[in-house]
């Protein structure tokens, strides 16, 4: 089973992407620890062929899940190997309550979001980065969903089983879905 968690920005891939994995007993696949270097530098901006290279790698395995909507640089390659698609399409109310509350934890526990990147969300990026998490989810809300409805649709990932969660709780028997025979 190879497992692509996607949804726009705060909605809630990484902690359901683990809880999937741990659930499953599958590998996890952070896609933004692979893209985020140190200093807040990211390889699918600043090198594009290394992302997909270590991307290629980390999803080259049998079984996995991955989270992570990285677009034209990994998307296709990433369901070409998935068999199941989560989108988390909730609404832009929940996805912002979620995004705000995280950056506001982030910016209070001061943990570095990637081991060895020494990257912490401060408080100032809110205001200074236009793509602070934050304001990416809210402008790119519409955008995400109208891009994964036409995902879904394309021929070329029919194969994939595609569980479209539009609200939290839909969440909550995922695994055990997941794990039953079809």
Same mark, same amino acid.
């Given at each position: ?23 499953? #007993? ?5 896609? /933004? ?8 530098? /990211? ?9 997909? *290279? ?33 989108? =988390?399409?909730?609404? *832009? ?25 020494? #990257? ?22 519409? =955008? *995400?969903?109208?891009?994964?409805? @036409?995902?879904? @649709? ?24 997941? @794990?039953?025979?079809?």
């Amino acid at each position: 089973m190879r497992i692509a968690v996607v949804g726009t920005s705060g909605s809630g891939k990484t902690t359901l992407g683990r809880a999937l994995a741990r659930d499953l #007993n599958l590998p996890f696949v952070e896609l /933004d620890a692979i893209n985020w270097q140190a200093g807040w530098r /990211d390889l699918n901006s600043h090198d594009p062929e290394e992302f997909k *290279r270590r991307v290629g790698a980390a999803l080259g395995a049998e079984a996995w899940v991955s989270d992570g909507n990285y677009g034209a640089a990994v998307g296709p390659s990433t369901l070409a190997r998935a068999t199941h698609l989560i989108w =988390l399409d909730y609404d *832009r109310a929940t996805v912002m309550r979620r995004v705000i509350w995280r950056s506001i934890l982030r910016v209070l526990d001061r943990k570095e979001l990637w081991p060895g990147t020494g #990257n912490r969300e401060r408080f100032l990026q809110w205001f200074t980065d236009k793509d602070h998490p934050i304001r990416w989810a809210w402008r790119t809300h519409a =955008l *995400r969903r109208a891009r994964y409805e @036409a995902l879904i @649709a394309d021929p070329a990932n029919a194969h994939l089983k595609v569980f479209r969660l539009r609200h939290p709780r839909d969440a909550d028997d995922l695994a055990t879905k997941l @794990a039953a025979p079809n």
